[in-house]
């Protein structure tokens, strides 16, 4: 079992930037790919960003691709997503996920862990 909780949204003005946090507690996290999911009011959630155990290899959403950067220390069992040049678009509930993938999945199902959620507001 793996609990997870994020930290660090808030409301921040566009062209700002953001660093989402997410503690990890229970099953080893160093051998857990961990991903970062949206989910807008209205649409579905969507993937963001992934890093995984194995090679610390990373994947990206094109919509944030160039703006995010996803890391992970695992000394601290955290997962960060660091989200630059934020756009209103990026308005969303930020969830960080664990899963036993050796890649950086971009699918859903591929994670059994998921957090509670952070809400992450940009102003135009």
């Known amino acids: 079992q793996v609990q997870l909780a994020e930290s660090g949204g808030g409301l921040v003005q566009a062209g700002g930037s953001l660093r989402l946090s997410c503690s990890a507690s229970?099953?080893?996290?160093?051998?857990?790919?961990m991903g970062w999911f949206r989910q807008a009011p209205g649409k579905e959630r969507e993937f963001v960003a992934a890093?995984?155990?194995?090679?610390?290899?990373?994947s990206y959403a094109d919509s944030v691709k160039g703006r995010c950067t996803i890391s992970r220390d695992n000394a601290k069992n955290t997962v960060y997503l660091k989200m630059n040049s934020l756009k209103p678009e990026d308005t969303a509930v930020y969830y960080c996920?664990?899963?036993?993938?050796?890649?950086?999945?971009?699918?859903?199902?591929?994670?059994?862990?998921w957090g509670q959620g952070t809400q992450v507001t940009v102003s135009s």
């Open positions: 996920a664990a899963g036993y993938a050796t890649t950086p999945t971009i699918g859903e199902a591929a994670y059994n862990y």
């Open positions: 229970g099953r080893t996290f160093s051998r857990s790919t």
């Open positions: 890093i995984s155990w194995l090679r610390g290899t990373t």
